[in-house]
């Protein structure tokens, strides 16, 4: 076969559902001698445009039928499509049944997922899945030698002008491109169909998954500068506030950790609802330096702060609730990478302009922790796939084991110490006071270093502030998973813990609580562990 690029368009089919650019596209082929096949409401577009068009169902000798299921399936339009121009046979064969070439081909498809995401019930979404579009479409891209394929509107400028530059057809390179693109249109389709499907009959892990995305941008560089990457974005009915769907009101683009990180950032802020007082979560390397809640955002910021300001230089600070000035002033006094929240009034806009190279985003609103989906891992030779953890653990969840009770201002700090230590990569220790963290112990391969890593973070933190005490004494500590020996307990009861809260499940349960008996502790358990990975 001969990726020719001498034989020139004679006729074109434009059949599209999205009627942006069609007219001036139409113009343009007209004015080239290009003959124009359409159907439905593309064609009604165009002869109401002026533009010369010829109904499909006159150019195959049948008429639409079955409501539009069937108007383009039909030998003299995929004939016209498929023929090999340098193929004896297949020109004999078109010469034998009146098949006209049909040289390019514009597509664009049924709106199967803006009809989903519309919230349509059943049946007209199923109406709503295009049927000869795809078939013209693979096709067109299989023919690509020959075809030109666009189910892009985005295309329709470098079509034109290769056009020009060609002698009334298109590139070689431009057609197998074009045609790359089609099969992935086809192919993301498909799988926004097949997804919708296993969706409406309750298949939470079908037997074949099917992912599909959409580039957002390419991005510098991977986690490192040798590692290639891109931002992809998913549809949902229901899009979820975050970094998807944040918009970046300043500075340079975001790299791949900062996207990954301003991700957990949010993530975790967004479990703490406005309603209970505004909170702040600063991350660095996708882990929580420090989280709290305060009176007001400032007051929330600086105790969160608190807790680890060595790592917060150069991190990612967001805020549940919306950016006033005097929080971005004092935002301001360190660099930071990022700032997320869900609004900021015109002041702290303002403030933080001044910082050119920080990126603020506006999310428009909280994510909800509550929200069903699935996370995706990738693995040597496929994936993992599962529920995203949207446990959470309420008061009337906790059950008290140990021979004191714990006070309410315990409870309040396990309950907040828990929700953090579900967003802590495993294994995770979290020492809170007052509402606001004040050691965290991230990704030890032991329970009892981590204990023993928030502990001293703790006293670094204390002596760094100034502070005659150690900010963990009178604590309460959190563990995402259970203590398998005592001595994890013991290590946070040396720092000053009052009360644990812990998921329970141990073999050496009775072991663990009597340890803390021993040590005058509360201790609850939760029932549900946070193992992240």
């Given at each position: ?75 003299k339009i995929h004939g016209g499509l498929l023929a090999l121009r340098d193929n004896d046979d297949h020109l004999a064969s078109m010469s ?241 990478e990022v700032v997320i929240a869900t609004d900021a009034d015109e002041d702290a806009l303002a403030i933080m302009s001044a910082k050119k ?68 990569k495993s294994n995770a220790i979290i020492y809170v006071k007052d509402g606001a963290t004040v050691g965290i112990g991230a990704g030890q ?89």
């Amino acid at each position: 076969m001969n990726n020719t690029a001498s034989i020139p368009i004679k006729r074109a089919l434009l059949s599209v559902s999205d009627k942006t650019g069609l007219v001036e596209l139409g113009q343009f082929l007209a004015d080239q001698g290009i003959e124009i096949l359409s159907t439905g409401g593309s064609a009604k577009t165009l002869a109401d445009a002026g533009v010369p068009v010829k109904e499909v169902a006159n150019h195959t000798g049948f008429p639409e039928m079955m409501d539009g299921r069937v108007k383009t399936l039909h030998p003299k339009i995929h004939g016209g499509l498929l023929a090999l121009r340098d193929n004896d046979d297949h020109l004999a064969s078109m010469s034998e049944h009146d098949i006209g070439s049909i040289d390019l081909l514009v597509v664009n498809l049924y709106p199967f997922e803006e009809t989903v995401e519309k919230g349509a019930d059943f049946a007209t979404c199923i109406e709503n899945i295009d049927i000869g579009g795809p078939a013209m479409i693979r096709s067109a891209s299989k023919n690509h030698a020959f075809v030109t394929v666009v189910v892009e509107a985005d295309d329709y400028d470098s079509v034109m002008t290769s056009i020009k530059e060609n002698n009334g057809t298109t590139s070689p390179e431009l057609r197998k491109k074009l045609a790359a693109k089609a099969f992935a249109r086809t192919g993301s389709y498909d799988a926004a169909i097949s997804s919708w499907f296993a969706n409406e009959l309750g298949e939470i892990h079908p037997q074949r998954l099917n992912i599909t995305a959409q580039k957002k941008q390419t991005l510098r560089y991977g986690e490192n500068p040798h590692q290639d990457a891109a931002f992809y974005l998913t549809r949902s009915a229901e899009p979820r506030p975050g970094i998807a769907t944040a918009k970046q009101m300043q500075g340079k683009e975001l790299s791949y950790n900062n996207l990954n990180d301003t991700d957990a950032a949010f993530e975790l802020v967004s479990e703490f609802d406005l309603t209970e007082g505004p909170a702040v979560a600063i991350i660095k390397h996708a882990n929580p330096c420090g989280v709290a809640r305060g009176d007001n955002y400032i007051d929330a910021y600086n105790r969160a702060l608190l807790c680890d300001q060595t790592s917060a230089f150069g991190g990612i600070i967001a805020l549940n609730g919306k950016l006033d000035a005097e929080t971005a002033t004092e935002i301001s006094k360190i660099f930071t990478e990022v700032v997320i929240a869900t609004d900021a009034d015109e002041d702290a806009l303002a403030i933080m302009s001044a910082k050119k190279n920080l990126r603020l985003l506006l999310t428009g609103g909280l994510a909800d922790p509550r929200t069903v989906g699935q996370t995706i891992k990738s693995v040597a030779g496929g994936y993992l796939v599962q529920d995203r953890d949207n446990g959470i653990v309420t008061l009337d969840d906790l059950q008290v084991v140990t021979k004191r009770q714990p006070s309410q201002q315990e409870l309040e700090d396990m309950l907040f110490a828990f929700t953090v230590c579900k967003h802590v990569k495993s294994n995770a220790i979290i020492y809170v006071k007052d509402g606001a963290t004040v050691g965290i112990g991230a990704g030890q391969m032991s329970r009892v270093d981590s204990s023993r890593t928030a502990a001293r973070k703790a006293v670094d933190a204390s002596e760094a502030a100034g502070l005659p005490y150690t900010l963990t004494e009178g604590s309460v500590v959190a563990s995402d998973a259970f203590f398998p020996f005592a001595d994890g307990l013991l290590s946070a009861a040396e720092a000053g813990v009052t009360a644990v809260i812990q998921p329970g499940g141990s073999i050496r349960d009775e072991e663990i609580i009597a340890a803390a008996d021993e040590k005058g502790l509360a201790m609850v358990l939760t029932g549900m562990r946070h193992f992240r990975h």
